[in-house]
């Protein structure tokens, strides 16, 4: 028994001792559906290599009277998936399939015996046998087996998307609702999902990647309709109350929880070194210190000490003007990360939400919002996900130019990213990136609890550093009067990228500050402070309470300006692998603590955005009031004229 996780070990001896029972379930066996219905599938065609004979399983279980059902062809799965593609051999994917799917079954019975054996269910069973079972215990004989069901229903689907997790790729299978979800006894719990696994693989496993997607996906829905049957189901305290663990497969079983293999993706990007971003030095400075934080993330305690202290970047907005730099941001940031999960050992996932995962069926759009999502929220993984020129990919709500897909996008990621049952564990975080953030939904926009404004070199130096790294070496040109990339110094940059922020940018509530400020002299309180968002709310009704949270999220941010050491990321055993109590104890250490100038910078830096898409958002839309205009004229002014 692990003496961190409290976990009993599923002896590999008994798994093994149902490896026969699994694999004839797989050969062949007959069922009848009950609660799905039969789709117009073609019987499996064999070559002559592949076994014909379906063997008719039988259950071992004492107890058990299954009354036999009938179907011509039967299920024979093996041959089912050995049939995908139509060659004469397996693959090795569909080798995989089924070891994971033998193996899966395997466990389940392994776990469903410990189950019975641990809540009296072995004796009600071989009493039922010898027709020796009390009247009084019929009953509780009826929902013992039920539960039994939903536990061995629960661990196949959980063990066999654990095991196959390996060899899942970029493909993607909608199989819909699983419906043939028997719980009279474990047999036939087992015989309805291998029935409806083998309609899905007739219907969408065409090839060996759609066969593995369906596989997953199938599992994937097992465990979601069994984990909801479950939660309200008698009888089941002995399966959720205990832990496992299958050491051979280092597969973790806690009740109805999935156990996700963490799959890191393989990053095919031009990684770019902090150095090479000129300008943009706050949302370089942040790129980087978000990268070390997500590192501290605690795999153990699926919690981030960064995430419980304050200070963790959940979502932010990236946004500037056409090239200057939010490509290069990324690129820098998934770098850092991938090189820090390489040292540690961590699996790395990075994905991009872009415009090809709009789709012209109804609801597709949406489903690909929240795959995407799911897949970087993995609480296995270290996650980075970006949603680029996300103006074109999530519609404003009650704009008539946004598709249906685009509007199923935006009611995904704000749900996602500040909804009822959003988890920030700390070991993701979400960037979107657009060129006009006018024209993203308001209520998404503002689900950004941080905003990098990438507006490229601004000075003189930065124009220089910039030429001087993109013509490279291979010249003789000479430097001049220059000091190379000394005003790329972060710190010395970001200080006075800040204090730039002592008084806002944008005229508009620059006019709001001097106002507030006569009226009642420096914002040196909570009161004068709170004076100052309630005239800027004045000024503009959309800064609502939830741009408040997120000016405080950025202040606690700014209290964690530290940068965590180097070493600790080069030398993991110095921090990254201590223990979580450790890890939060040494953040806190390092914690500044929150002033004045802090929090009157902060709400300048997230109020200026604000304004500033305001004005381009009116400023659009004014432009387009006068072209429409300028167009009814020209239209009257030709209608009048072939009148005459």
Same mark, same amino acid.
């Given at each position: 028994?692990?003496?961190?996780?409290?976990?009993?070990?599923?002896?590999? @001896?008994?798994?093994? /001792?149902?490896?026969?029972?699994?694999?004839?379930?797989?050969?062949?066996?007959?069922?009848?559906?009950?609660?799905?219905?039969?789709?117009?599938?073609?019987?499996?065609?064999?070559?002559?290599?592949?076994?014909?004979?379906?063997?008719?399983?039988?259950?071992?279980?004492?107890?058990?009277?299954?009354?036999?059902?009938?179907?011509?062809?039967?299920?024979?799965?093996?041959?089912?998936?050995?049939?995908?593609?139509?060659?004469? +051999?397996?693959?090795?994917?569909?080798?995989?399939?089924?070891?994971?799917?033998?193996?899966?079954?395997?466990?389940?019975?392994?776990?469903?015996?410990?189950?019975?054996?641990?809540?009296?269910?072995?004796?009600?069973?071989? /009493?039922?046998?010898?027709?020796?079972?009390? $009247?009084?215990?019929?009953?509780?004989?009826?929902?013992?087996?039920?539960?039994?069901?939903?536990?061995?229903?629960?661990?196949?689907?959980?063990?066999?998307?654990?095991?196959?997790?390996?060899?899942?790729?970029?493909?993607?299978?909608? #199989?819909?609702?699983?419906? $043939?979800?028997?719980?009279?006894?474990?047999?036939?719990?087992?015989?309805?999902?291998?029935?409806?696994?083998?309609?899905?693989?007739?219907?969408?496993?065409?090839?060996?990647?759609?066969?593995?997607?369906?596989?997953?996906?199938?599992?994937?829905?097992?465990? $979601?309709?069994?984990?909801?049957?479950?939660?309200?189901?008698?009888?089941?305290?002995?399966?959720?109350?205990?832990?496992?663990? #299958?050491?051979?497969?280092?597969?973790? #079983?806690?009740?109805?929880?999935?156990?996700?293999?963490?799959? *890191?993706?393989?990053?095919?990007?031009?990684?770019?070194? !902090?150095?090479?971003?000129?300008?943009?030095?706050?949302?370089?400075?942040?790129?980087?210190?978000?990268?070390?934080?997500?590192?501290?993330?605690?795999?153990?305690?699926?919690?981030?000490?960064?995430?419980?202290?304050?200070?963790?970047?959940?979502?932010?907005? *990236?946004?500037?003007?056409? *090239?200057?730099?939010?490509?290069?941001?990324?690129?820098?940031?998934?770098?850092? +990360?991938? @090189?820090?999960?390489?040292?540690?050992?961590?699996?790395?996932?990075?994905?991009?939400?872009?415009?090809?995962?709009?789709?012209?069926?109804?609801?597709?759009?949406?489903?690909?919002?929240?795959?995407?999502?799911?897949?970087?929220?993995? !609480?296995?993984?270290?996650?980075?996900?970006?949603?680029?020129?996300?103006?074109?990919?999530?519609?404003?709500?009650?704009?008539?130019?946004?598709?249906?897909?685009?509007?199923?996008?935006?009611?995904?990621?704000?749900?996602?990213?500040?909804?009822?049952?959003?988890?920030?564990?700390?070991?993701?975080?979400?960037?979107?990136?657009?060129?006009?953030?006018?024209?993203?939904?308001?209520?998404?926009?503002?689900?950004?609890?941080?905003?990098?404004?990438?507006?490229?070199?601004?000075?003189?130096?930065?124009?220089?550093?910039?030429?001087?790294?993109?013509?490279?070496?291979?010249?003789?040109?000479? +430097?001049?009067?220059? @000091?190379?990339?000394?005003?790329?110094?972060?710190?010395?940059?970001?200080?006075?990228?800040?204090?730039?922020?002592?008084? !806002?940018?944008?005229?508009?509530?620059? @006019?709001?500050?001097?106002?507030?400020?006569?009226?009642?002299?420096?914002?040196?309180?909570?009161?004068?402070?709170?004076?100052? +968002?309630?005239?800027?709310?004045? /000024?503009?009704?959309?800064?609502?309470?939830?741009?408040?949270?997120?000016?405080?999220?950025?202040?606690?941010?700014?209290?964690?300006?530290?940068?965590?050491?180097?070493?600790?990321?080069?030398? !993991?055993?110095?921090?990254?692998?201590?223990?979580?109590?450790?890890?939060?104890?040494?953040?806190?250490?390092?914690?500044?603590?929150?002033?004045?100038?802090?929090?009157?910078? $902060?709400?300048?830096?997230?109020?200026?955005?604000?304004?500033?898409?305001?004005?381009?958002?009116?400023?659009?839309?004014?432009?387009?009031?006068?072209?429409?205009?300028?167009?009814?004229?020209?239209?009257?002014?030709?209608?009048?004229?072939?009148?005459?």
């Amino acid at each position: 028994m692990s003496a961190l996780r409290d976990e009993m070990e599923l002896r590999e @001896e008994a798994i093994r /001792a149902h490896y026969a029972a699994a694999a004839a379930m797989l050969a062949g066996f007959d069922h009848a559906p009950r609660l799905a219905r039969a789709a117009e599938v073609a019987p499996v065609e064999r070559s002559a290599g592949i076994v014909t004979g379906a063997r008719r399983f039988r259950s071992t279980t004492p107890g058990l009277v299954t009354r036999p059902t009938a179907r011509p062809d039967g299920v024979q799965l093996a041959a089912r998936v050995q049939a995908v593609g139509g060659d004469d +051999l397996p693959t090795p994917a569909q080798a995989a399939v089924l070891q994971a799917l033998r193996r899966a079954l395997a466990i389940a019975l392994a776990l469903g015996e410990a189950f019975a054996e641990a809540t009296g269910l072995r004796e009600l069973k071989q /009493a039922n046998l010898e027709g020796r079972l009390p $009247e009084a215990r019929r009953a509780e004989f009826g929902e013992l087996l039920a539960a039994e069901s939903l536990v061995v229903l629960s661990v196949f689907g959980n063990a066999t998307a654990f095991l196959l997790a390996p060899q899942a790729g970029e493909t993607t299978v909608e #199989i819909g609702a699983v419906d $043939e979800v028997l719980t009279d006894n474990p047999s036939l719990a087992l015989y309805g999902a291998l029935w409806e696994l083998d309609q899905d693989i007739a219907l969408h496993g065409t090839d060996d990647a759609r066969l593995v997607a369906t596989v997953l996906a199938y599992a994937e829905a097992l465990m $979601e309709k069994v984990r909801a049957r479950g939660e309200g189901a008698a009888r089941t305290a002995a399966f959720t109350g205990a832990a496992w663990r #299958i050491e051979a497969d280092d597969l973790p #079983i806690a009740g109805f929880a999935p156990a996700r293999k963490a799959r *890191g993706s393989t990053l095919v990007m031009q990684f770019k070194k !902090p150095q090479e971003v000129v300008g943009n030095h706050i949302a370089k400075y942040q790129a980087m210190r978000l990268a070390k934080m997500l590192m501290a993330y605690d795999f153990e305690r699926k919690m981030n000490p960064f995430a419980e202290l304050g200070g963790f970047i959940f979502t932010f907005m *990236g946004d500037g003007a056409p *090239g200057t730099g939010k490509t290069t941001l990324i690129q820098m940031m998934a770098g850092l +990360l991938n @090189e820090y999960c390489k040292a540690t050992g961590y699996p790395f996932r990075y994905q991009n939400f872009g415009i090809d995962n709009i789709d012209s069926y109804q609801g597709k759009s949406g489903q690909n919002a929240k795959a995407f999502i799911q897949n970087v929220m993995d !609480p296995a993984v270290i996650g980075f996900g970006t949603v680029d020129d996300i103006d074109q990919i999530a519609g404003k709500r009650g704009d008539r130019q946004s598709s249906a897909g685009q509007q199923e996008v935006t009611a995904v990621l704000m749900e996602a990213f500040a909804g009822a049952n959003t988890v920030v564990r700390g070991n993701c975080t979400f960037g979107m990136f657009s060129n006009f953030p006018e024209n993203v939904d308001d209520a998404l926009r503002q689900r950004a609890g941080a905003r990098f404004l990438v507006d490229g070199p601004q000075t003189r130096e930065d124009y220089i550093d910039i030429l001087a790294l993109l013509l490279g070496k291979k010249h003789d040109i000479p +430097l001049g009067s220059h @000091e190379l990339f000394a005003a790329q110094e972060i710190k010395r940059a970001v200080a006075n990228s800040f204090a730039a922020h002592n008084r !806002p940018t944008e005229a508009g509530l620059a @006019e709001v500050f001097d106002a507030v400020q006569e009226r009642i002299g420096p914002l040196d309180t909570l009161a004068k402070l709170g004076t100052y +968002l309630k005239a800027i709310q004045e /000024a503009d009704p959309r800064f609502t309470g939830r741009a408040i949270k997120n000016i405080t999220d950025a202040v606690k941010v700014r209290a964690m300006d530290f940068e965590l050491p180097d070493e600790w990321m080069e030398n !993991p055993d110095l921090f990254l692998f201590k223990d979580y109590a450790t890890k939060t104890a040494m953040i806190a250490d390092l914690r500044r603590p929150v002033t004045v100038e802090m929090v009157v910078q $902060e709400i300048n830096r997230y109020a200026d955005s604000e304004f500033r898409y305001a004005d381009k958002s009116d400023e659009v839309a004014i432009e387009g009031a006068v072209r429409d205009m300028r167009r009814m004229e020209e239209a009257k002014r030709r209608y009048l004229e072939g009148r005459e």
